[in-house]
């Protein structure tokens, strides 16, 4: 593992990892503990390189905060980062983040106002368009491809997400579950200023926020009542300073009357002299079953038929797609301009017409029907080069997302658990032995008629495709850390279904 603690240092040791490596940035102010270390665990299962940044940072203190107070250990965080297979730290001093001794304001990225009016922003101004300006100094440095950031901190995720779509950066940004002691209480290096017994009260927090949720899942909307549950539980339980509890959008930020889609439901209060924050986000939908895993493990044929089980949409990624296929082979740009591919597809109009009871699903480009074109071979050869291109997966990705915003969807492929349903309700990873992989598309090839298959190229082959899928730049095969491992060999298609569907009957 290397430390730098300047931006030549890092930049010259990164121009040397970026070809055909991913890089993964985890920004921090140190004091790491449980949380980061999530954050750290997930970016070393995504990417190739997993740069740490340590930077306490001057512009997101107030005058009367505890900048001067807050934890700096940089030697134990550089052993818990090496430990955790990190491979860059990076440590600069103020000085060389351009904040200088003198505090001449440097230049400074301003968040929307209406996304610091609520929560936090009020009671820590300037804080916001501090963390906004370090962190893209902090993608422009590093350059990363993705860079993971904690949900506890829900308003800071909120905004620089905003601020990469608006500055049209070039990253993408994933936000990780809250991490918790056995308590409940949220990991934070705040907690370090708490004495034992205040520790104690501080589980006041979370027993609010679940009480809100308890209303929540009862099928109370209105946020006035959900916010008087947190604070009922809150002031029952301990004498903690309440600053403030909200229910907002969890990505406008706005304050909500009733919770329609999703809520934000967040608190900050005082434990003795220590500030602390928590959140929990509420959604209305149905729930969404992810199933990931490799070629020819029957993901496909699984996923249909446990979406008819559960009377959940079926969501074929594949023909989303082929569909794209189509449209770049029906354009005629070769496929190796990619330029001339990514603008085609950023223009273009994708609609998903799930099935029903007389019709499979359809798939729409531009208005026209291609359901029926998108099977051919010449089609078939185009889908994957085609969609490891960024523009195509982004495109794709997105759509996804806006289609299984109310939930209610079942969707296979190598990384809807990871990447496009990262908070599905259910996550399977739906795998199986080579060799019994090979046996099934023997099978497959037989009952066409073509018995002169060997079933040992047929196991190279598919070792081969286990290897460019798991070594992809883009969206690369990865079982993600809360998705259940179903091997499936020895096993019929009822029987996995059926596995399947009573694992997701015991989640929700």
Same mark, same amino acid.
């Given at each position: 593992?290397?430390?730098?603690?300047?931006?030549?240092?890092?930049?010259?040791?990164?121009?040397?990892?970026?070809?055909?490596?991913?890089?993964?940035?985890?920004?921090?102010?140190?004091?790491?503990?449980?949380?980061?270390?999530?954050?750290?665990?997930?970016?070393?299962?995504?990417?190739?390189?997993?740069?740490?940044?340590?930077?306490?940072?001057?512009?997101?203190?107030?005058?009367?905060?505890?900048?001067? %107070? #807050?934890?700096?250990?940089? /030697?134990?965080?550089?052993?818990?980062?090496?430990?955790? $297979?990190? !491979? &860059?730290?990076?440590?600069?001093?103020?000085?060389?983040?351009?904040?200088?001794?003198?505090?001449?304001?440097?230049?400074?990225?301003?968040?929307?106002?209406t996304m610091i009016s609520s929560l936090c922003g009020p009671f820590r101004q300037g804080h916001f368009q501090g963390v906004a300006t370090i962190?893209?100094?902090?993608?422009?440095?590093?350059?990363?491809?993705?860079?993971?950031?904690?949900?506890?901190?829900?308003?800071?995720?909120?905004?620089?997400?905003?601020?990469?779509?608006?500055?049209?950066?070039?990253?993408?940004?994933?936000?990780?579950?809250?991490?918790?002691?056995?308590?409940?209480?949220?990991?934070?290096?705040?907690? %370090? #200023?708490?004495?034992?017994? /205040?520790?104690?009260?501080?589980?006041?927090?979370?027993? $609010?926020? !679940? &009480?809100?949720?308890?209303?929540?899942?009862?099928?109370?909307?209105?946020?006035?009542?959900?916010?008087?549950?947190?604070?009922?539980?809150?002031?029952?339980?301990?004498?903690?300073?309440?600053?403030?509890?909200?229910?907002?959008?969890?990505q406008t930020l706005q304050p909500l009357d009733t919770i329609e889609e999703a809520g934000l439901l967040a608190i900050a209060a005082y434990v003795?002299?220590?500030?602390?924050?928590?959140?929990?986000?509420?959604?209305?939908?149905?729930?969404?079953?992810?199933?990931?895993?490799?070629a020819g493990a029957g993901k496909s044929t699984v996923t249909r038929r446990v979406a008819k089980a559960l009377n959940l949409t079926y969501l074929?990624?594949?023909?989303?797609?082929?569909?794209?296929?189509?449209?770049?082979?029906?354009?005629?740009?070769?496929?190796?301009?990619?330029?001339?591919?990514?603008?085609?597809?950023?223009?273009?109009?994708?609609?998903?017409?799930?099935?029903?009871?007389?019709?499979?699903?359809?798939?729409?480009?531009?208005?026209?029907?291609?359901?029926?074109?998108?099977?051919?071979?010449?089609?078939?050869?185009?889908?994957?080069?085609?969609?490891?291109?960024?523009?195509?997966?982004?495109?794709?990705?997105?759509?996804?997302?806006?289609?299984?915003?109310?939930?209610?969807?079942?969707?296979?492929?190598?990384?809807?658990?990871?990447?496009?349903?990262?908070?599905?309700?259910?996550?399977?990873?739906?795998?199986?032995?080579?060799?019994?992989?090979?046996?099934?598309?023997?099978?497959?090839?037989?009952?066409?008629?073509?018995?002169?298959?060997?079933?040992?190229?047929?196991?190279?082959?598919?070792?081969?495709?286990?290897?460019?899928?798991?070594?992809?730049?883009?969206?690369?095969?990865?079982?993600?850390?809360?998705?259940?491992?179903?091997?499936?060999?020895?096993?019929?298609?009822?029987?996995?279904?059926?596995?399947?569907?009573?694992?997701?009957?015991?989640?929700?």
């Amino acid at each position: 593992m290397r430390l730098f603690k300047t931006v030549a240092g890092l930049r010259t040791y990164l121009a040397s990892k970026k070809d055909k490596q991913t890089i993964g940035l985890v920004p921090t102010m140190g004091a790491l503990h449980q949380g980061h270390l999530s954050l750290i665990n997930r970016a070393m299962a995504e990417v190739d390189v997993v740069v740490v940044s340590i930077f306490v940072n001057p512009l997101q203190f107030a005058p009367h905060e505890d900048l001067g %107070q #807050y934890p700096r250990q940089l /030697e134990t965080d550089a052993q818990l980062c090496e430990q955790s $297979g990190v !491979k &860059a730290i990076f440590a600069p001093t103020p000085e060389e983040m351009g904040i200088n001794g003198t505090f001449e304001q440097p230049t400074e990225v301003m968040p929307p106002p209406t996304m610091i009016s609520s929560l936090c922003g009020p009671f820590r101004q300037g804080h916001f368009q501090g963390v906004a300006t370090i962190v893209t100094k902090l993608l422009n440095i590093i350059s990363p491809d993705v860079a993971y950031f904690g949900e506890k901190d829900a308003q800071q995720l909120a905004i620089i997400r905003q601020l990469v779509k608006d500055l049209n950066l070039p990253v993408v940004i994933k936000g990780c579950p809250i991490i918790r002691e056995p308590s409940g209480l949220a990991y934070s290096s705040r907690n %370090q #200023y708490l004495s034992p017994e /205040e520790k104690k009260e501080a589980i006041a927090l979370y027993q $609010g926020l !679940k &009480a809100g949720k308890q209303a929540f899942m009862a099928g109370e909307r209105h946020s006035n009542v959900l916010i008087a549950c947190v604070k009922d539980k809150i002031t029952s339980y301990s004498p903690i300073t309440l600053q403030y509890v909200e229910c907002v959008h969890p990505q406008t930020l706005q304050p909500l009357d009733t919770i329609e889609e999703a809520g934000l439901l967040a608190i900050a209060a005082y434990v003795g002299s220590t500030r602390l924050i928590d959140n929990v986000i509420l959604r209305v939908r149905k729930p969404i079953i992810a199933i990931d895993g490799p070629a020819g493990a029957g993901k496909s044929t699984v996923t249909r038929r446990v979406a008819k089980a559960l009377n959940l949409t079926y969501l074929d990624t594949g023909a989303m797609y082929r569909g794209i296929a189509w449209l770049v082979f029906n354009s005629g740009i070769p496929v190796e301009d990619e330029s001339a591919i990514a603008e085609l597809v950023s223009q273009a109009d994708l609609k998903f017409i799930p099935s029903s009871d007389d019709q499979p699903p359809q798939v729409m480009i531009n208005g026209e029907n291609v359901t029926k074109m998108i099977r051919t071979p010449q089609i078939t050869a185009l889908v994957s080069p085609i969609s490891a291109y960024a523009a195509v997966r982004e495109k794709l990705v997105n759509y996804q997302q806006k289609l299984g915003k109310f939930g209610g969807v079942v969707a296979e492929g190598r990384d809807i658990g990871t990447n496009v349903f990262p908070d599905a309700e259910v996550k399977i990873f739906l795998t199986a032995s080579v060799q019994e992989r090979a046996r099934r598309r023997l099978r497959d090839f037989q009952s066409q008629g073509q018995d002169n298959i060997d079933i040992q190229q047929l196991e190279r082959d598919i070792e081969q495709r286990d290897y460019q899928d798991t070594h992809r730049t883009l969206a690369p095969l990865l079982k993600a850390n809360d998705a259940i491992k179903l091997n499936t060999d020895g096993l019929t298609i009822e029987q996995v279904v059926s596995k399947i569907v009573h694992l997701c009957q015991l989640t929700y």
